[in-house]
């Protein structure tokens, strides 16, 4: 019973370069959702998804940060030109549907933990 | 956006002792969802209870919705308990979680 899969756990980046984030949902899930966490912070809503459309980027940063959901393959969350403050972990979760019912319930993974040096 | 409060924000426990965490929430929600996040990060979900009363083992959670508030009860802690506990919720309409602060707990042998 595989959860919702993020890869890598860790990444190392210098200023300038690009990070990318994979995420595979929960079997079955289509609802995909990008989180970020601060040192001592707690998560802040970056993006939702459902296979090959955002639905709510409103968390996202308006530039250098994108996110997609192909048909086939994981979510990515790409940032670009990477800056020191982008240093953070970032989850992804998953849920069935979404609606008023425990399919609603939003299953987290393990984060990527993001270090721009 | 809707406003989540948890209380305390660092709580000190003698294995063995009961605590209680509370969040407030500061509109209607169509999903709360109560957290642990270990020490080592992972995020563990422990309750979807927008309403009502559930328990699993040494945990239980209780939502009153009309009154905007939610309680985790831990029982009998344990050194494994550590961690920070995380209340999130989602308004009608959408499903976006906002978290709030966290319960820093240590659970000390």
């Known amino acids: 019973n595989a959860g919702v899969m993020q890869n890598p756990r860790h990444l190392v980046r210098r200023r300038g370069q690009e990070a990318r984030l994979r995420c595979s949902p929960m079997?079955?899930?289509?609802?995909v959702y990008w989180y970020r966490q601060l040192p001592e912070e707690g998560l802040k809503f970056m993006v939702y998804?459902?296979?090959?459309?955002?639905?709510?980027e409103s968390g996202m940063p308006k530039e250098r940060f994108s996110a997609e959901f192909p048909k086939e393959g994981p979510s990515i969350l790409r940032i670009q030109q990477v800056v020191r403050g982008d240093s953070a972990a970032y989850f992804c979760?998953?849920?069935?549907?979404?609606?008023?019912?425990?399919?609603?319930?939003?299953?987290f993974g393990e984060g990527s933990w993001l270090t721009v040096v | 956006g809707i406003q989540v409060e948890q209380s305390p924000p660092d709580l000190i426990l003698q294995e063995g002792a009961n605590s209680t965490l509370r969040c407030n929430f500061s509109?209607?929600?169509?999903?709360l969802q109560w957290f642990h996040q270990n020490p080592w990060g992972q995020l563990i979900n422990l309750f979807y209870?927008?309403?009502g009363t559930k328990q699993n083992g040494r945990l239980s959670a209780t939502t009153v919705a009309t009154e905007r508030y939610s309680l985790l009860y831990i029982s009998s802690s344990q050194t494994t308990d550590s961690g920070v506990y995380f209340c999130?919720?989602?308004?009608?309409?959408?499903?976006?979680?906002?978290f709030g602060k966290g319960n820093q707990v240590v659970v000390i042998p």
């Open positions: 979760a998953s849920s069935l549907e979404q609606g008023q019912s425990s399919g609603n319930t939003i299953y």
């Open positions: 079997k079955g899930h289509s609802h």
């Open positions: 509109d209607s929600v169509n999903n």
């Open positions: 998804l459902q296979k090959e459309n955002i639905i709510d």
């Open positions: 999130a919720v989602a308004p009608y309409g959408n499903n976006r979680l906002a």
């Open positions: 209870i927008p309403s």
